[in-house]
């Protein structure tokens, strides 16, 4: 009877997130649901919404004096870290995917992660005693870097570069300094008289006129978008080469329509065009669980909402990013770089590999919450997010350690049998969508 219970909550919060997508995209959603069925952490990563629903169901004790209402990530799971060039031009390893972001309690992000690591640890079969000392050395380096932001003037000081990162980050930024601008464009598009256009296939397709105007007045509106101390010279920069509609992204983008648009790029010469994309925003899956009255009259669109928070997380955020509409529907734009390479856990397999590498996640979260309040160019939160969790947890951190690795363990085995449960409706066709 419990499992049957459980079956019909994860139907349910599912089919309440994702009916509208599902029946603009059908084939998108089941191609969804096939990569969440592959393994627990696929599902877990495909099912945030079940994630809050359970969180803002249960009594939480440890988020006060207004670290109940910072923003947060909101998808905070190990396979969310990556690199990117920043706008100062630097090579940096942080956290990436921003489309989740909202405002709520800094521990959600926590416990998101820590369950997170457990279920990828569990499926490397480290024990329990392992996963436990994972997840608290993750959250002490949070902590100790939340210290720090507090004796600190400065919360945009940390940053994982090349000359401070060690073992698979470092390896990851050397990737993607190897990287080329040209590699990228040689594999997207093709030479038509001397100039670049969209290559066919690959997910791309071609618009139609009305589409195709549409998609044009859009970007013309995202220009406005970009703040003036990131702007290139719009003479050249921004002029627009070609535009194609796409498809075929991956779990969390199932079903949402967008856009790729070629752009002239820092200069007339053929390997510095410049890809972006143009992706409708999604609904942020914390958003279904609280009330949004406040936030949602803070913002124009749900691309609006991303783009700001980005901004407000990320200290140094890509100087393309920004934000448009369709049809009244908000679209975040960013650029497709070359240099975006994710964290590869495959080859992090045991628990003295992960140590270094969990103390650094602890950092760059620590790092997100605390870069996010006045000092922003925001003032949905504007107040020292620092002295809010260090004073949330005055006195209790240790209580606290103990307490988010309980957490994350008993929800990492949870996870494993809702997998099990919604591979099994899914099955059965109850998720909203036909298996077959």
């Given amino acids: 009877m419990a499992s049957q219970n459980r079956t019909t909550v994860i139907v349910d919060v599912l089919r309440d997130a994702f009916a509208p997508l599902m029946r603009a995209d059908p084939a998108a959603f089941r191609a969804k649901y096939r990569k969440m069925a592959a393994d627990p952490h696929a599902f877990y990563r495909g099912s945030a919404c079940l994630f809050f629903h359970d969180v803002t169901g249960e009594k939480e004790a440890?988020?006060?004096?207004?670290?109940?209402?910072?923003w947060i990530h909101g998808d905070l799971h190990v396979e969310n870290f990556g690199t990117y060039l920043n706008s100062d031009g630097r090579l940096v390893f942080d956290i990436n995917d921003f489309d989740e972001a909202y405002v709520g309690h800094f521990t959600w992000d926590?416990?998101?992660?820590?369950?997170?690591?457990?279920?990828v640890a569990w499926q490397k079969a480290l024990p329990e005693d392992a996963i436990r000392k994972l997840i608290a050395r993750y959250v002490r380096s949070y902590l100790a870097?939340?210290?720090?932001?507090?004796a600190s003037d400065n919360d945009d000081d940390f940053e994982i570069r090349l000359d401070r990162a060690e073992g698979p980050v470092l390896t990851a930024l050397v990737e993607a300094r190897s990287m080329r601008r040209a590699d990228l464009l040689d594999d997207m598009t093709v030479l038509t008289k001397g100039v670049r256009r969209f290559a066919e296939?690959?997910?791309?397709?071609?618009?139609?006129?009305?589409?195709?105007?549409?998609?044009?007045?859009?970007?013309?509106?995202?220009?406005?978008?970009?703040?003036e101390s990131k702007r290139f010279d719009r003479d050249l920069f921004y002029e627009l080469r070609d535009v194609v509609g796409m498809s075929g992204?991956?779990?969390?983008?199932?079903?949402?329509?967008?856009?790729?648009?070629?752009?002239?790029?820092?200069?007339?010469?053929?390997?510095?065009?410049?890809?972006?994309?143009?992706?409708?925003?999604?609904?942020p899956a914390l958003s279904r669980f609280v009330d949004t009255g406040e936030v949602d009259a803070y913002f124009d669109h749900e691309g609006h909402r991303t783009v700001v928070s980005q901004r407000a997380l990320q200290v140094h955020t890509d100087p393309l990013l920004g934000h448009t509409s369709i049809d009244g529907v908000g679209y975040v734009v960013s650029e497709i770089s070359p240099y975006e390479v994710d964290l590869d856990w495959s080859e992090i397999n045991e628990p003295?590999?992960?140590?270094?590498?969990?103390?650094?996640l602890g950092r760059?979260?620590?790092?997100?919450?605390?870069?996010?309040?006045e000092d922003s160019q925001q003032d949905l939160v504007d107040f020292d997010v620092e002295a809010a969790i260090a004073k949330s947890l005055e006195g209790r951190r240790n209580e606290f350690i103990t307490w988010l690795c309980?957490?994350?363990?008993?929800?990492?085995?949870r996870v494993r049998e809702d997998h099990a449960l919604f591979v099994d409706a899914f099955r059965e066709g109850q998720v909203g969508i036909a298996a077959t």
């Fill in 249 to 283: 992204f991956g779990i969390g983008s199932a079903g949402l329509p967008a856009y790729n648009v070629l752009v002239e790029g820092y200069s007339q010469a053929l390997d510095n065009d410049v890809v972006l994309s143009m992706k409708q925003a999604n609904i």
């Fill in 110 to 119: 926590l416990q998101r992660f820590a369950a997170s690591l457990a279920l």
């Fill in 406 to 413: 309980d957490w994350g363990i008993a929800y990492a085995v």
């Fill in 364 to 373: 760059a979260t620590a790092k997100i919450h605390c870069a996010s309040d």
């Fill in 201 to 227: 296939g690959g997910g791309a397709r071609r618009l139609k006129r009305e589409e195709r105007a549409k998609v044009v007045a859009a970007f013309r509106a995202y220009l406005d978008t970009i703040p």
């Fill in 62 to 70: 440890w988020a006060d004096h207004g670290a109940e209402r910072i």
């Fill in 352 to 360: 003295e590999d992960m140590r270094s590498v969990v103390d650094l």
């Fill in 145 to 150: 870097q939340v210290n720090h932001y507090v």
